[in-house]
């Protein structure tokens, strides 16, 4: 979940919406967007800012890929 690959692919996925969005809540529901390929609830909106707030955009797309939404079908 943390191994060289994913942080390399965090970053780089951080430096894209840094490029799709110009402010911080833009650049969260374009991860969700892009990601689940849904919007944010107002919960996971709240929780998001705060995580890229103290540790960075990197870090929520990390949180992102390590999801079971994302890891496992329905």
């Known amino acids: 979940f943390n191994s060289t690959f994913i942080l390399k692919q ?7 919406l840094r490029g799709e969005a110009k402010d911080e809540a ?3 529901r374009r ?3 892009r990601v689940y390929g849904r919007q944010p609830d107002a919960e996971e ?5 705060t995580l890229v707030q103290a540790h960075g955009l ?7 890929f390590n999801a079971n939404e994302f ?3 329905h």
Do not use: K
């Open 10 to 16: 965090s970053d780089l996925f951080a430096e894209r």
């Open 26 to 28: 833009g650049q969260i």
């Open 31 to 33: 991860a969700f967007e």
């Open 45 to 49: 909106l709240n929780a998001s800012t």
């Open 58 to 64: 990197p870090a929520l797309c990390r949180a992102l």
């Open 71 to 73: 890891l496992y079908l």
